[in-house]
């Protein structure tokens, strides 16, 4: 095992995680009225002018003449994934001529309302959520009806998905799933695992409830003797598996909710000179690149490119007055050593 070079790599992702960010920049247009499924009829843009970038404090200017305010929100702006959702829902919105305003609320719940709020100051007509709660985002939604803004979901559904015109998302639960069956084939003997969750997390609770039942409908027998909030982050979920590892040494494996989660149990692991089999969901290009030296034995993998342009484009769609489906499920599929080829480990597929 390499675990010098692989240490060295994870202290490096590790790093970059805590760095990045979902920029935006910052524009101000009338607003149209929001629908359930057909758009209205486009109307013209009533204070045309240039725009430019801001941060989240600074007064938005007013948009360039026919150009629309489209505001984006994800629950965490320095994971990979979200990081390229957003380019790629950006690259449709700038590609158009319009503007896309980006906060990154770090996962709390109270700042991502606030930032919503700060964004329908900013006159956006359209919004991209992501909740960092289900349920706990349901305020800033209702100010987001309130204000005749249409709401299109992605990646994670909120607590009441009558709120969104649309929504695209990989389909989770399938993520998990593939995860604990190829667990089981690969454990047939079954044994003790860990489970690195997210209950505040609509899309981490569907890939762990799809990871238990996929190994449940193995006949394959696992025992969870441990299991923690790891947040979706790569340090909590170190510092979480380190303790859980120091009481479970002997645990043949570690599901993560998402592949920064398997990234800190790999750390965690590593230092602790255990090699239990470790899982994740997301097939970034981090874990694609350890699949075949290390202990990451899979992640369920999904495409954050087509789940931010899948959405963008339909809030196109429905802006030119087209009928849009309710709901959009994106493929998921497990990614191992056998196949990781296929796929590469230089980018998201």
Known sequence: MK???????????????????????????????????????EEEAETPA??????????????????????????????????T???????????????????????????????????????????????????GI????DMLKDAEVTMFGFDTQVGDMSYLTSYAGSDNYNAGYVCGEDLAKKVPEGGDILVLDSPTMQSVTDRTDGFLKGI??????????????????????????????????DVVAIFGGNDPTALGAYAAADAAGVSPLIYGVDGSPDVKALLKDTMLEGTGAQSPI????????TAYAWLNGE???????????????????????????
């Open 3 to 41: 675990r010098k070079f692989v240490s060295a790599l994870l202290c490096t992702a590790l790093v970059a995680a805590m760095t990045a960010g979902c920029g935006g920049k910052s524009t101000e247009t009338e607003a149209p009225a929001a629908a359930d499924t057909e758009a209205p009829a």
């Open 50 to 83: 240039a725009d430019e970038t801001g941060d989240a404090e600074t007064e938005a200017p007013a948009a360039a003449e026919g150009g629309r305010v489209f505001g984006y929100t994800c629950m965490d702006g320095t994971n990979p994934f979200f990081v």
């Open 85 to 135: 959702l957003e380019a790629a829902i950006r690259e449709v919105v700038e590609g158009n001529g319009d503007t896309l305003i980006s906060m990154d609320p770090g996962n709390d719940s109270n700042t991502q309302i606030d930032q919503i709020e700060d964004m329908i100051s900013r006159g956006v007509e359209i919004m991209f959520v992501n909740p960092v709660d289900a349920d």
């Open 138 to 141: 349901i305020p800033a939604l």
């Open 216 to 249: 449940e409908d193995s006949g394959v027998t696992f025992n969870i003797v441990g299991q923690q909030d790891a947040q979706g982050n790569q340090q909590v979920a170190n510092e979480k598996a380190t303790d859980l590892l120091t009481a479970n040494p």
């Open 306 to 313: 087509t789940i931010g342009k899948t959405i963008a484009e």
């Open 323 to 349: 009928t849009v489906e309710e709901f959009i499920p994106i493929e998921t599929f497990l990614v191992t050593a056998d196949n990781v080829d296929d796929y590469g480990t230089d980018g998201w597929q």
